[in-house]
C-alpha cells in the first residue's frame, strides 16, 4: 500500500522561466509547462531503474491507518533513485533537436498540505505570457514550441489570450507548434468539478474545496479559453498534437485505496481537428521518459523534432514573408505547417449536441413529439380565415410581436395551434413549440420550458445552435437559473449574435394550453419575457399563444403594450361560421366511421349531422367526443342516444357535460346486478378519479400497481371510455385524457350532477399520498439499485434505474407530498408519515437521487417544512427542517453518488442530528479517527472501513 506523499518544499530559485539546454544558434525554444501538484526538479524525470514493491496483504483498517499516521523515531536510510530528465538529459531530446534551446516553465503547484497555495489558471498564463516576451525581445523571428501536461497545457492554452495584445503577438506569430500531454478540453468541466471528485468518492475519499478555488469557475472559463486558443492556432496555422492515456491511473493512491481509473480520457484530450496519438501510459507516466530506445518516447520525441525541424526550414521563409504581407494578413495565409490548428469544440455538431443534452427539456412539448402523433389539425376548408388572419399577422414584421387566441374550453385552440405549428414547420420557420398539458409530468409546469425551446431553436435555427451551446459553457447551471436568466442567457443573447443574415426572416415560437400550467406565478412571468422579443433586430421571433381567457393570462397580456401585441377571442367568431366549420369536421369522421361499418356513402345523412351541430353548440370538443363515442360500439345505437339527448336551450358547457355523463353511463351495463353496478360506480370513481388528478402519466400497468389493484380490473372499468381516454393498445404506455374539459367535468359536483360519478378532489389525493406511501414502505430500501460499491455513479447505470425503480415507484417518490398537500392530510408526531419518514428518509433520499430528483426532493421536504410549522412544539417540524439542511448540506455529492448518503454524508452529519434525522441501528454509525493532512478513516462496527479526503473537489491531478 502506498501512503500519502507530501508535497516538497519548492525553491523560489526554480520559479519561472528557467533554460534547462542552451545551445550557439538555436532556431526554436521549446518551453515545457507542467501540471498541479509538481516539483520542478523531478515533474519531467523518470528513474532509470524503477524498483518495483509488492503490495501488502491481508493488511487490515488499523495497519491501513498506522501507514498513514506520521512515522515516528529512527527511519532507515533510503538509497536515493537516479533519475533522468528527458528535457535536459543529453541522451534524450537535447541529441534529437540540437538547434534548440529547451525551457521549464515553473510555477508554485502545491494544491494541498499545510503549504497549499490559491492558484488562477489565468494568472499562471500570464506570468508566462510576460517572462516569454522578456526572452524573445532580442530574437523575435525565433520560433517557439509548447509542451503541457494536464493543467500545463491549459496554461498554454490561456496564454493565447493575453498574445492578442499588441507587444504580445510576436510570440503568437513565432509559435509553430503546441504539444499537449493529457490535457482536458471539452470535458474540463467533466473532469474537475464532478468526474475526478466521484472518482474519488469511489475510491473512498471526497471532500470540500481548499487552495485551488479558481477551478471552481473553471466549468464556464476553460471552453472559453479553448475557444480562443482554437481560433489562434487556426488563424496562425500553428501546429497542434494531442497524446492521451490508454491505461488507467491510481487515482486515489495517496488514500490507501487501490482504485484505477483514467484522469483524463481520450475525449477529453482531443481537441477537433488536430493530431492525436494514444500512448499505453497512465496519466502520470506521459511526461516521465528515461529510454531513448523507448518507443512511447519516440512516439512523442519524433514529433518534436519535425517541428524542429520545420522550424529550422521556414526561418528564412517566415522572415522573408513577414516583408511581404498585406497590411493585415496574417502569417497563416503565407505559411501552412502540417497539422493546422484547432477546430474548437463549439463547432462541431456532436460536441454541440453534448452540450445541448445537458439541458433538461419535456420531451411531450414539440407539437410533434411522439406522443402527440394521433392529434389532429384542422381539416381543409375549416378555419380558414382565422388562419389566415394568424399567417398575415406572423408574416407581417412589425411590433406586434405576440399573437393570442383565446377561447373557452373545447373550442378548438389545440388543433388551430397544431395546424399553424405544421405549416411553419414545413417551411423551416418553426422556432420552437411547447404544448401545456395540466397533469402531464413535465409539460403540466413551466420548469423546463425555456430550455425546452432553447433546445428547439437549436436545431431548427442551425446557425443559432453555437451561440446557444456558448451560452451552456458559459454557465453550465444555466437550467438551475431564474426563468429571466434562463431567457435572456439561453434564447435572446444567442438570438441578438446572429449576423443579421436572418434579420428579415420570422420565426414562430407556438405556446399552446398556457392555463394548463400549475403556477400562476409562473404564467404570468412566461407572457412578461415572451414579450422581450420584440428587442430583437437580428431576427423576428413571433409567439403565438393559446389559452383559456383566465384571469392571470388576461392580466398579464394587457400589461403589454397594445403595441406590441394582437388578440383573438375564439368564441367570438360568429356561430354560423364555427357551425359550418363543425358540420365539415362530423361529416369527415361520421363518414369514415359509417364506410368502416360498411354503410351507404353519406352516412348518417345531412339531416343528422345538423342536429349533432346544433348538439355541439359551437365546441368542437363536443363533436370530437361524438365521434369518439359513435366509433367505440353499436354506431346506429349511439347515434341514436346522442340525438335524443339534445336539448337546444341547453348552454355550451351544459352540451359538454350531457356527453360526458352519456359516456359514463352508457359504460355501465344494464345487465349487471345492483351490486356490481354499484362496484363499478366505485371503480370508476376511483381510477378515473385518480387519473385526472395525477401529476404525470402512468401507464394501465404502473396505476394499476399504484391503486394496489390489478391491470384487469383497469382494463374492465375503461374498456368503453375510449371516447374520453386514450388507451393504448400497449400497456406500457401512458393512459390520457383527450380534453382537459373531462377533469373539470369530473371533479365539479354541480356540472356531474351525478353522485355515482362525481369524485370529490381532496379524497381522491388523500388516497393517492398514502397509496404512495405504503408503495414507497415497501419498494425502498438500503441500495435499492443493488450497486454495493458506495462511489456508485448516477451516469454509471444510466437508463437501467428503471429496471430497480418501476415507473409507479419513481411517482411515488416525486409527487407524494403534493397528494399528501392536496389532500389536506394532517400531520401530527408519530403518524404514518412521520414514522415513513423516520425508516426511509435516506431511502427515499437514495431513489430521488437515481432519478436525478433530488431537486424536486428538496421542494418536497420544504413543503413538508411550511405545511407542519403551524404545529407547536412539535417533534416532526424538527425532524423535518433538521432534514432539510441536511439534504442542502450533502447535495452535491448525493446527486453524483447516490450511495454516499450512507458513507460521506453520514460522517458529516453531528450526532444529535443523526439522531433526529436518520435514526440509524448502531451498525451503521461511525466512530472516526481523524489523522494528519484531513484524511479521515470511517471505522464502523461491521468492520468496514471508509477513507475520506478533503479538499480535493474540483482539482486535476499532476505529478
Known amino acids: 500500500m502506498e501512503t500519502l506523499k507530501m508535497p516538497r518544499q519548492i525553491d523560489s530559485r526554480d520559479l519561472g522561466l528557467q533554460v534547462l539546454v542552451d545551445c550557439e544558434s538555436p532556431d526554436v525554444d521549446i518551453v515545457a509547462v507542467h501540471g498541479l501538484g509538481a516539483t520542478p526538479s523531478t515533474t519531467w524525470t523518470k528513474a532509470v531503474k524503477q524498483q518495483e514493491r509488492a503490495e501488502p496483504k491481508n493488511i487490515n483498517w488499523y495497519s491501513n491507518l498506522m501507514m498513514l499516521l506520521p512515522a515516528t523515531g529512527t527511519k532507515a536510510p533510503v538509497q536515493e533513485e537516479k533519475r533522468i530528465n528527458w528535457l535536459s538529459d543529453p541522451t534524450m531530446l537535447p541529441a534529437l533537436v540540437t538547434n534548440a534551446r529547451i525551457m521549464s516553465f515553473n510555477y508554485d503547484s502545491n494544491w494541498y498540505g499545510d503549504d497549499a497555495i490559491k492558484l488562477r489558471l489565468v494568472h499562471v498564463a500570464n506570468d508566462l505570457s510576460r517572462e516569454l516576451e522578456r526572452q524573445q525581445r532580442d530574437c523575435s523571428s525565433r520560433r517557439l514550441i509548447f509542451i503541457g501536461h494536464c493543467f500545463g497545457g491549459l496554461v498554454i492554452e490561456k496564454k493565447f489570450k493575453a498574445l492578442v495584445k499588441p507587444q504580445m503577438s510576436k510570440i503568437l506569430d513565432a509559435t509553430i507548434g503546441v504539444i499537449l500531454l493529457g490535457t482536458p478540453h471539452n470535458g474540463t468541466d467533466k473532469i474537475t468539478s464532478g468526474e475526478l471528485l466521484t472518482r474519488i468518492i469511489q475510491a473512498g475519499a471526497a471532500g470540500e474545496p481548499t487552495s485551488l478555488t479558481a477551478l471552481k469557475v473553471d466549468n464556464e472559463m476553460v471552453l472559453d479559453t479553448v475557444k480562443d486558443f482554437s481560433i489562434a492556432t487556426r488563424k496562425n496555422g500553428i501546429a497542434v498534437h494531442c497524446y492521451f492515456e490508454q491505461k488507467s491511473s491510481k487515482v486515489s493512491k495517496m488514500f490507501g485505496v487501490n482504485y484505477k481509473d483514467f484522469i483524463v480520457d481520450e475525449d477529453s484530450a482531443n481537441l477537433d481537428g488536430c493530431e492525436s496519438y494514444g500512448q499505453p501510459l497512465d496519466h502520470y507516466e506521459l511526461n516521465k521518459f528515461s529510454d531513448p530506445k523507448d518507443g512511447n518516447w519516440r512516439k512523442l520525441s519524433e514529433v518534436i523534432a519535425d517541428l524542429c525541424i520545420s522550424a529550422s526550414q521556414g526561418i528564412k521563409a517566415y522572415t522573408d514573408s513577414r516583408s511581404n504581407l498585406e497590411p493585415g494578413a496574417t502569417r497563416s495565409q503565407n505559411l501552412t505547417p502540417p497539422a493546422m490548428g484547432v477546430v474548437f469544440?463549439?463547432?462541431?455538431?456532436?460536441?454541440?449536441?453534448?452540450?445541448?443534452?445537458?439541458?433538461?427539456?419535456?420531451?411531450?412539448?414539440p407539437f410533434n413529439s411522439c406522443n402527440r402523433q394521433y392529434e389532429p389539425t384542422c381539416l381543409p376548408e375549416t378555419r380558414v380565415d382565422l388562419l389566415q388572419e394568424i399567417y398575415k399577422w406572423a408574416d407581417r414584421q412589425n411590433e406586434q410581436c405576440i399573437f393570442w387566441l383565446n377561447g373557452l374550453a373545447g373550442t378548438g385552440k389545440s388543433t388551430i395551434a397544431r395546424t399553424v405549428a405544421r405549416t411553419y414547420f414545413e417551411q423551416n420557420r418553426l422556432g420552437a413549440s411547447f404544448f401545456f398539458s395540466r397533469g402531464g409530468g413535465d409539460v403540466g409546469h413551466a420548469s423546463k420550458f425555456f430550455t425546452s425551446l432553447a433546445v428547439q431553436l437549436?436545431?431548427?435555427?442551425?446557425?443559432?445552435?453555437?451561440y446557444i451551446s456558448d451560452a451552456i459553457t458559459e454557465r453550465s447551471d444555466i437550467a438551475s437559473h431564474s426563468f429571466r436568466d434562463q431567457w435572456r442567457q439561453l434564447v435572446l443573447r444567442p438570438l441578438s449574435r446572429l449576423d443579421g443574415s436572418l434579420s428579415l426572416s420570422s420565426y414562430v415560437l407556438i405556446i399552446d394550453a398556457l392555463d394548463e400550467c400549475d403556477n400562476e406565478n409562473d404564467i404570468q412571468m412566461i407572457l412578461q419575457l415572451l414579450a422581450m422579443a420584440r428587442e430583437l433586430k437580428t431576427i423576428q421571433l413571433r409567439v403565438f399563444l393559446t389559452s383559456?381567457?383566465?384571469?392571470?393570462?388576461r392580466y398579464g397580456f394587457n400589461q403589454i403594450p397594445s403595441t406590441e401585441r394582437q388578440g383573438f377571442v375564439l368564441h367570438s367568431i360568429p356561430l354560423e361560421i364555427v357551425d359550418r366549420d363543425i358540420f365539415f369536421f362530423l361529416k369527415h369522421n361520421l363518414e369514415l366511421i359509417g364506410h368502416y361499418n360498411e354503410h351507404e356513402p353519406g352516412w348518417p345523412g345531412s339531416e343528422a349531422i345538423q342536429r349533432l351541430v346544433n348538439a355541439a353548440s359551437g365546441l368542437f370538443i363536443w363533436a370530437a367526443t361524438a365521434c369518439r363515442f359513435i366509433r367505440g360500439g353499436f354506431i346506429e345505437e349511439r347515434l341514436r342516444l346522442l340525438l335524443e339527448g339534445n336539448d337546444t336551450s341547453?348552454?355550451?358547457?351544459?352540451?359538454?357535460?350531457?356527453?360526458?355523463?352519456?359516456?359514463?353511463?352508457?359504460s355501465i351495463q344494464p345487465s349487471y346486478m345492483e351490486q356490481e353496478r354499484q362496484k363499478l360506480y366505485s371503480m370508476l370513481r376511483y381510477v378515473l378519479g385518480s387519473i385526472v388528478v395525477l401529476s404525470s402519466l402512468l401507464s394501465i400497468k404502473s396505476l394499476s400497481r399504484l391503486l394496489y389493484i390489478t391491470a384487469p380490473e383497469v382494463n374492465r372499468t375503461l374498456k368503453s371510455l375510449h371516447a374520453i381516454l386514450y388507451i393504448p393498445e400497449d400497456k406500457n404506455h401512458s393512459l390520457r385524457l383527450h380534453h382537459p374539459s373531462f377533469r373539470d367535468f369530473l371533479l365539479n359536483k354541480k356540472r356531474c350532477g351525478d353522485s355515482n360519478f362525481w369524485v370529490d378532489e381532496k379524497q381522491i389525493h388523500q388516497t393517492l399520498a398514502l397509496n404512495c406511501i405504503k408503495l414507497m414502505s415497501t419498494f425502498l430500501k438500503q441500495d435499492v439499485c443493488k450497486q454495493k460499491a458506495p462511489g456508485t455513479l448516477v451516469t454509471d447505470i444510466g437508463t437501467r434505474v428503471e429496471d430497480y425503480l418501476p415507473l409507479e415507484v419513481r411517482y411515488a417518490c416525486i409527487y407524494w407530498v403534493q397528494h399528501l398537500q392536496k389532500g389536506g392530510i394532517q400531520l401530527q408526531d408519530n403518524d404514518q408519515v412521520y414514522q415513513f419518514l423516520q425508516e426511509h428518509l435516506l431511502h427515499w433520499l437514495e431513489a430521488l437521487s437515481w432519478i436525478g430528483k433530488i431537486s424536486e426532493g428538496i421542494v418536497a421536504i420544504s413543503s413538508l417544512e411550511s405545511y407542519i410549522s403551524a404545529i407547536e412544539q412539535s417533534k416532526f417540524y424538527t425532524f423535518i427542517h433538521d432534514a432539510k439542511r441536511f439534504v442542502l448540506h450533502n447535495r452535491i455529492g448525493i446527486e453524483q453518488a447516490p450511495l454516499q448518503l450512507y458513507c460521506s454524508a453520514l460522517f458529516f452529519a453531528p450526532e444529535d442530528r443523526m439522531r433526529n434525522i436518520l435514526w440509524l441501528p448502531p451498525d451503521y454509525r461511525p466512530f472516526t479517527t481523524s489523522v494528519c493532512n484531513g484524511i479521515i478513516v470511517m471505522v464502523y462496527s461491521s468492520g468496514s472501513v471508509f477513507f475520506l479526503k478533503l479538499g480535493l473537489r474540483n482539482l486535476i491531478l499532476s505529478k
Open 548 to 553: 383559456r381567457p383566465e384571469i392571470p393570462i
Open 650 to 666: 341547453a348552454s355550451p358547457e351544459e352540451h359538454l357535460n350531457s356527453i360526458y355523463i352519456a359516456i359514463l353511463r352508457n
Open 458 to 466: 437549436a436545431y431548427n435555427i442551425p446557425s443559432l445552435q453555437h
Open 345 to 365: 469544440s463549439g463547432s462541431n455538431n456532436s460536441d454541440q449536441e453534448n452540450l445541448l443534452s445537458r439541458l433538461p427539456i419535456a420531451t411531450d412539448a
